[in-house]
Structures are given as C-alpha cells and as structure tokens.
C-alpha cells in the first residue's frame, strides 16, 4: 500500500479499533491477522499502532535460522526496557518443561505489566518464520493476555504454515481461546486498487488499467504498489509487464549499479541490513555501501534498516551466483566471529558457516552449530535444539565418536519436544555406533535417552537396549541401574507380565538403597506398570502419593494421572473426575505436547463415562490432533480407538474408518484386535467382524493393563456370535473382579461401566439366567452410583432381553417396562442403536410382532421408520448390508409396497391400531 494513505480494510480497522477500545478498558486481546505476501498485514498493524496513540512494541521474526531463539519476544522485551536478564539460561542449566514455563510466565508478566496504566500494543510480525520455542509462548501470553491492557498483533502469510507443525498446532489451540481474533486479509476492490493506483501515481488511472491491474495482481496491495511505481514511471501508461517478479525487478533496474549489486549481496546475507557488516562481507567500502543504501532508501526500496517487502528481497537476491553466495557467507561469519558479542550471534555465525558449505570449513560449521544447538536447550528451546543438532549432523564428515555423541544430543532435545519418532531413530543410530565400538558407555547412555516414554512401538528396542546396557554395568547397586532395570520391567511387559512385579519389586528396593531421586521416581515409574493389572487398583493409589509426594510438576502430573486411573477403575468416578482440573493445571505449567494430550484424552474419557457423547467427540478429536501433530504412533492408537468406540455407542458409522479398523485388526494384542471387532460390527460387516474373531488364539490376553478391556470385549463378542464355552471361561476369569470397572490400569482411554454387566452378559450366554439376573441388577446399580447413564441404560437392556427369556413370573412386565425406559433414557443420550434395539424388544413383549412381517423384518421395518438407510441399519443390527437389502426387498413385497416411505406410514398405522385394540 501506499505509505501515504491507507487504502480499504474498513471492516477489519473497525474491529481493531473496538479491540483498542477494550484494552483501553482492562480487556486485553490478541488479534492474528492472515494473507499471503504483500497483502498488507504488516502495513494494517502499522496503522492500528498509528492511530491507537498507545506506546507500542515492534518483533519481527526472521527467516535466517541463526536467530536465537524467543527473537521475537526478545526485541519486544528490549524495546519495553526489561531486562535482558529473562533470557539467561537457569542456573545449573536446568532443562525441565517447568522451567521453560517459569521463563514463559516471566516474559508474560513483564508484558503484562508494560502495558500499565495507559495500555500497550505488542506486533509480532512475520510468524510464519518464528522458531517453536516463539509459537509456545506466544499461547502462553494469550491465555494470560485477557486480564491485562495488552493488544498482541500477531502477523503471519497462512500459505506458509505447510511443514510449520509448531505455528499449525498453535493456530488450532488459539482457535478456541475467547481473546483471541483471527482476520484473513484478501485483496483489495477494483475500486480500492484505482484509488491505491492514484495515490502512487499521482493522477487518475483509466478504469481499464485499473481492472486490468486488479486482476494481474488479484489485488495484492504490494503488487498493485508496484505495478503503479512502473506506470507512474513509463512513457506509455498501458504498458505493464508480464508478471509481478518483473515488476520488482523492474523498480530494481532503475538504481545505480552499484547500488543494485550491493542490494543483491545484502539481500543473501539476511533481512536486516547492517552497513558495516554488509561492507566486510561484500569487501566494498563503508562509504561505499553507506551511500548506496542511501540511493536504495530514496527509491523506496529500503526502510528502516531493512527491506520495504520481503519479495523485494526474494527477488533482489536471484542475481547473485552460487559461488559469490558462499563466499558471502563465509565472509560474513568471519566478521561476526571478530566482533565483541560474538557469544550472542553464535546462531547467525552458524548459519552462514553452513550456508558456506560446501566452499566453507565444514569442522568449523559444526562446531559453532553445535554451540548454537547448545545455547539453544539451555535456553529451553528444545525444538530449535534439534534442528540445529540435525543440521550438525549432515553439514561435515564425523568420525563416529563425534557423531554419536550429536545423535544422543538431538535425541535428548527431541524427547523434550516430543517429536518421538525423531527420537527413536537417533537413539538407535547411537546405539549401533556404541555397539560397533565395543563402547558400553555409550550403550547406557543412549539406552537411557528414552525414559519416561511409554510407547508400545518403541518397547522391543528399548527391552533390548537396556539388556545389552545392563550386562555391561559393574556389578552391585547403582542409580543407573536401576533406571536401566525400570525402562525393562516397563518395556518388557508389553512382550509378557510374567515376573514383572516380582522385579519392580527389586527394582523399588534397589532405588531406596541408593537413595537417588530419578532413580526412585523411574523405580516407582516401574511398580505402578508392573500393578497395572486389576488386582493392583489400590496399591497404584499409594504409587500415585508416592510420586506426588516428591513435589516437582513432572512427578505430580503423573502422580494425578495413576490416580485418575486407579479411581476410574475402582469405581470412584467422582474421584477420578476430580483430578482433572488439577491435570489441566500441571499440563498448563509444563507445556508439553505429551502433558497436553493426556490432559485432553482423559477428559475425552470422563466426558464419555458421564454420557456427554458430543463432548466426548471434541475432546478425543483434539485428542487426535495432538498425537498427529506430534508423530507419536503409539499415542495415536488409542486416540483413533477412542474415537471409534464413542462412534458405535452413538451409532454414527460416518465416524467409523475402516483403515483405523485394519490398522488394529493386526495388532497383537487381544484387546485391541477385539475393539477393531467390535468396530466391524457396528459398521455393519458381520461376516468379517465373525471371521476375525474366530480367528482369534485362545489363549493369552496381552499386557495386565488391559485385561478387563479384554475380557469385557470378549464376554460381548462371545455372546454376539453364540460362543458359550468362550463365555463360561471370561466368567470365571472375570469374577474375581467384580467390585471393578471396566477400563486400562496404565492410561485409561474409555470406561466401560461396572465389570458386573459382563459377568450378567456372559452367565446369561451360558444359559444361567439365574446368575445373569442377579450380575445385571449389580451393575445397574454400581453404575447408577458412578454416574455412567450410558451403562446404566445399557445395563438395564440386557437385564430386559435375559428376562424376557427367563419367562418367570413378572419377568415379561419388567423386561417390557425396561425396555420402554431404556428407549427414552438412550434416545436422551444420544445412543441410537440401543434406542432400536430397546424399542425392537419393547413392541416385541407388548405383542406388536403378529402380523405380516417376521420378527427381524419389523426390526428393520422400525429403523427404516426412523430414517436409516440400509447401511446403518446394517450397522445397528450387526448385520451385512447385503441381508438388510433382501429383508427390505421381502417388506415391500409383502406388503405389496414399493418405497421405503410407505413402509414407514404402514407402521405408523399398525401402533395405531395395536395402541386402539
């Protein structure tokens, strides 16, 4: 836009001016404002801060990758006069996620209170290259920025997020913040670009030109600008280039040469433009470079000691070779390196050395990479840590000692930024290396790189690893030992949990007796796995204040999470549901991917044990999205199976992906391949869904973890497809828990109401109704008490259809009065195919089944009425869509009908009729 006048942007100034009317009341705001370059983002801040008359504060993210990190923030922070001393690495070096929030909380508040008494506007510009560490903190000041006099403007092109996973994942967090506005910039008007166009040139342009301009640039401010400057400029007012590049290079080609090819060298060695800089590294002379910067400032081409537009620079810089580009950037680093606050620019010096390459000294590269990946973690800037270690890694030849130690290095700062997978890989490269050298050493320390991470992809390489570690361990007692034997007892139950508490037994012991704090916290990391089968519900309670005990936000956060387990388990839903809040408030102060995700997942879970189904959706689909983002395949199972269960129980196949079905259809573990099960029936493919479970080994149900799981699954499965000798033994294994609730005892991820339900359902399997009564009438109670309508609801049908087979006295009456109150409560909550098959049985005891149809043609006749097509009524009825077809097709010509409407009518008509009679 001209500098001039501010052309357009009516709607989005009058809502910037009732956000500064806000914060000018004590409502503080962050507003983000989109759009591709050029279309005016920064020139619309600029305006805001112009008219707002309120002292403000400028950072500027910067594509060059050796800025340090939090730059952004940092050039806020100076411009406001605070200290330079918040970005000081804590003593000891500390690297804790608390940590990191201590930092985020500092910078917050000093923001905060910048902006009394007379309010203050803080712009983040061009946040599509800010580093993650940046992003973070950025969320972190939103959620704090409501109760302050704090206008945050944030800038960003939203066609450069593609593989900024850090900016995407803050955009979908920020999304569901109530002070923060989003503001999508598009191109200007016909209109507005003719009168942006007049400012330029100084006199009307015809309306031809004007269109024609609008539509070449699509009304890009920036492009519209400088298509203007070239017809202000031409002999000819119709002649325009051909495409925009050429308009920029154009108003280029109008400067000296001089200042041409010195605005060239300066636009490869960064955005910022530092004259005495620039004159070491192009060897030209101060006076020189001083006065061409002159002649480039006049031309517009430069402001404020930078370029007036990013795509001026892009194209400035398309003229320099690729050889005089290296030894630019080799120059450059070597006048960074002789200045006096060398040890501040360790980032850009290494930048530029790996830009030399391949011309420039590759050791060197590495070496002040590393420095810059180190200066990087100690300020808590994990992310930013690993790609600068990953860079290390490729930018020189390294012998394999120096190679391993940067693989460990990346993957200490990729578990902190829980990139996962990154970290697998480059733990196992270290490995190989130690085991190649014979160097046992690096064998412990890469073996102990992953703990803490529980992840059943990552469980055989780690069992390994640690055995290899351990054998090479001195005999006797020691921290490492016992951090090496908790990672196995861990690891190695996901294979078999045969052993396994008897050794987190020893492996607690040892941890006591050397009297180290990690060790005693992965000690006790081991026993909670080890008695996270159902028999160990109440001692995890004890692990849990054990564990919270040690005071740290790290040690509480999983301290509350085997707590909300343990609760779920034993029943005490209300207990469970009241460490959310603390959850939620630990994951806040810890600000991991990781800590957030189990916050949501376990939300996601109560919201689903409460019969909250929609809200269950949201939670586990905000779920899903933290676990994609993150890469973490073995957090994205039980995510992606959350969401399918929740999506049987409402009857909604829509939600029901059949790639995620095959995906757990070949896991190993029984509970998992039963869910996918479970998953086939409700989408309606019965004959696979039977076929997968006939095909099912007989013997062995995982890890303890998921026993009830399995065993829950397996009494409904036995039941689904008439398998009484499988029923009779889930009976028995499942009896001796029937005080419990059916969920996992290391991660709960779903509730499955009181394991008395499933004892009812398997006795009732076996033809003991008797038994079956008596479990069902148990669980509707114990789930009445845990607050779980849904299992209520579910309880009560299957306690109707037993009675309705029972036949005693009274027992029709009940089954029919249960089948009623169970159609209503489920359609309340939103459970479609209970409601069907609740109503099925209800008309079926009240005799509304003489007639024309069979019993399973009313059934079908019944869902059609209330509008499921064949494939949901496949889905409802565990049925292949091709049967539900022929039924239809027999309906009609039985009752010599010949749409699916008239159906329905004729049904509505026989309750009539039943109801009258």
């Known amino acids: 836009m001209a500098r001039g006048g501010f052309v357009g942007r009516e709607r989005e100034r009058a809502l910037l001016d009732e956000r500064l009317k806000a914060v000018s009341d004590g409502e503080g705001h962050l507003v983000l404002i989109a ?54 690495p804590p003593a000891g070096g500390a690297d804790s996620a608390q940590e990191r929030f201590r930092l985020f909380e500092a910078v917050t508040e000093l923001l905060i209170a910048a902006a009394e008494p007379d309010a203050l506007v803080v712009v983040f510009d061009d946040l599509q290259w800010a580093d993650p560490a940046s992003v973070q ?18 800038t960003f092109r939203h066609t450069e997020t593609t593989g900024r996973a850090a900016l995407r994942g803050a955009l979908s967090t920020l999304a569901s913040e109530p002070a923060v506005t989003r503001l999508t910039l598009a191109g200007l008007t016909e209109p507005e670009v003719a009168a942006q166009l007049a400012g330029v040139t100084g006199w009307p342009v015809p309306a031809s030109v004007a269109a024609a301009i609008c539509r070449r640039t699509s009304g890009n401010p920036f492009f519209v600008g400088e298509l203007g400057r070239l017809l202000a400029g031409s002999a000819d007012g119709d002649e325009l280039p051909a495409g925009v590049r050429d308009a920029v290079r154009g108003r280029l080609g109008r400067l000296s040469p001089l200042c041409r090819a010195m605005l060239a060298e300066a636009a490869v060695l960064g955005a910022e433009l530092d004259p005495e800089a620039i004159a070491a590294a192009t060897e030209r002379s101060l006076a020189e470079v001083l006065a061409a910067l ?23 810089r398309l003229d320099v070779g690729t050889v005089e580009r290296l030894a630019l950037h080799q120059r450059m680093a070597g006048y960074l390196r002789g200045l006096g606050d060398a040890d501040v620019r360790v980032g850009q010096i290494a930048e530029h050395l790996l830009e030399s390459l391949p011309a420039g000294d590759a050791a060197e590269a590495v070496a002040w990479t590393v420095r810059a990946a180190e200066q990087a973690m100690a300020q808590l800037a994990w992310e930013q840590a690993s790609a600068l270690y990953g860079r290390a890694l490729v930018a020189g030849r390294l012998d394999p000692s120096q190679r391993a130690e940067l693989l460990l290095a990346r993957a200490r700062a990729q578990v902190r930024a829980h990139e996962v997978e990154g970290a697998r890989v480059s733990v196992v490269a270290a490995a190989e290396i130690g085991r190649t050298a014979g160097h046992g050493e690096l064998l412990v320390r890469a073996s102990l790189v992953m703990e803490g991470v529980v992840d059943s992809f990552w469980a055989e390489t780690g069992r390994q690893l640690c055995e290899e570690a351990i054998s090479v361990l001195p005999v006797g007692d020691s921290a490492e030992k016992v951090r090496l034997m908790a990672q196995l007892v861990i690891n190695g139950a996901w294979r078999s949990f045969d052993g396994v508490e008897m ?15 990690r060790a005693l916290v992965e000690a006790l990391r081991a026993r909670q796995f080890a008695l996270s089968g159902p028999a160990g519900a109440a001692d995890r309670v004890g692990l849990a204040d054990r564990l919270l005990a040690l005071g740290d936000d790290e040690s509480a956060l999983w301290g509350r999470l085997w707590r909300f387990d343990a609760y779920a388990q034993l029943g005490r839903i209300d207990a469970a549901e009241a460490e959310l809040p603390l959850i939620d408030q630990l994951a806040d102060r810890l600000r991991s991917p990781m800590a957030r995700w189990h916050a949501v997942r376990s939300r996601a879970t109560l919201e689903f044990a409460r019969g909250r189904l929609a809200e269950a959706v949201r939670f586990g689909q905000l779920a899903a999205e933290l676990v994609r983002r993150a890469g973490n395949k073995g957090a994205a199972f039980p995510s992606q199976g959350f969401l399918q269960s929740v999506a049987t129980v409402a009857g909604d196949i829509s939600m029901i992906d059949d790639d995620v079905i095959t995906a757990h259809e070949h896991v190993e573990t029984a509970a998992v391949r039963m869910m996918s099960v479970s998953w086939m029936l409700a989408a309606g493919d019965r004959d696979r869904a039977e076929r997968t479970y006939r095909a099912l080994p007989a013997a062995g149900f995982g890890p303890d973890f998921f026993q009830l799981i399995t065993l829950s699954l397996l009494a409904d499965l036995a039941a689904e497809f008439g398998d009484p000798a499988t029923a009779e033994r889930v009976y028995s294994l499942l009896s001796r828990y029937a005080d419990l609730f059916v969920c996992g005892g290391a991660g709960v991820v779903l509730i499955l109401g009181s ?15 008797e038994d079956a009564v008596r479990h069902l009438r148990a669980a509707i109670k114990a789930n009445e008490r845990a607050g779980m309508p849904c299992h209520v609801a579910s309880s009560a049908y299957r306690l109707g259809v037993v009675l309705s087979r029972r036949k005693r006295t009274g027992d029709r009456e009940e089954a ?7 159609a209503a409560q489920a359609e309340h909550l939103g459970m479609a195919p209970l409601v069907a098959r609740a109503r099925t049985l209800a008309e079926s005891l009240a005799g509304r089944r003489t007639g024309p149809l069979s019993r399973r043609q009313y059934e079908i006749a019944e869902l059609i009425s209330q509008g499921l097509m064949n494939r949901e009524i496949a889905a409802v009825l565990h049925l ?20 699916r409407s008239q159906i329905a009518a004729w049904l509505v008509a026989e309750r009539m009729r039943t109801d009258s009679a």
């Open 35 to 88: 759009g591709e370059p050029g279309v005016g983002k920064t020139r619309l801040a600029e305006d805001v801060v112009a008219r707002s008359g309120m002292s403000y504060a400028w950072g500027r993210a910067t594509e060059a990758e050796g800025s340090p990190p939090y730059w952004p923030f940092r050039q806020v922070v100076r411009a406001i006069g605070g200290a330079s001393t918040v970005w000081e």
């Open 137 to 154: 903190l950025l969320v972190h000041l939103a959620r704090a920025v409501a109760r302050s006099k704090l206008l945050v403007i944030g």
């Open 294 to 316: 002159d002649e480039a400032i006049a031309a517009g081409i430069v402001e404020g000691g930078r370029f007036a537009h990013d795509l001026i620079r892009e194209a400035a």
């Open 503 to 517: 050794r987190s037994a020893e492996v607690l012991a040892m941890a006591e007796r050397v009297a180290d704090r």
């Open 755 to 769: 394991v008395q339900e499933y004892l009812g359902t398997a006795a009732a399997t076996c033809g003991r109704h």
């Open 816 to 822: 029919a009065a249960l089948a009623a109150s169970v």
């Open 880 to 899: 292949s869509e091709r049967t539900v077809e022929t039924h239809v097709q027999h309906i009609l010509t039985r009752l010599g009908f010949t749409n």
